[in-house]
């Protein structure tokens, strides 16, 4: 059974920081790629980060771009997100999912999906 378990998630003030885990089982971690997306109250899921599978390169969004870092943990079946200057839009529920592919921009093309984390951004 796979499974992805988020964690790190909370309550901060604008310009602090946070990092969201991802752990992830029932895979062999480097088949697939990770992504980070958000949903915010009345939006659509958007994409926020993607790790590939192959040579970790990574992708960002242009609103978390220089903010945020992501980054993965094989020892550890483990992805990151290290969000800082955070901001009052960037809350929303963060969810890791899984493609078993390369990134993809697009959130029907992950097949495994965690519970989600809130992340809540006081101005």
Avoid: H
Wanted: hydrophobic residues 30%; proline residues 2%.
């Amino acid at each position: 059974e796979v499974q992805l378990v988020e964690s790190g998630g909370g309550t901060v003030q604008a310009g602090q920081s946070l990092r969201l885990s991802c752990a992830v089982s029932g895979l062999s971690f480097d088949d697939y790629a990770i992504g980070w997306f958000r949903q915010a109250p009345g939006k659509e899921r958007e994409q926020v980060s993607c790790i590939s599978r192959r040579d970790n390169s990574a992708s960002y969004a242009d609103s978390v771009k220089g903010r945020f870092t992501i980054s993965r943990d094989n020892a550890k079946n483990t992805v990151y997100l290290q969000m800082n200057s955070l901001k009052p839009e960037d809350t929303a529920v963060y969810y890791c999912a899984v493609r078993i592919a390369e990134c993809s921009w697009f959130s029907d093309r992950y097949q495994y999906w965690g519970q989600g984390t809130q992340v809540t951004v006081s101005s």
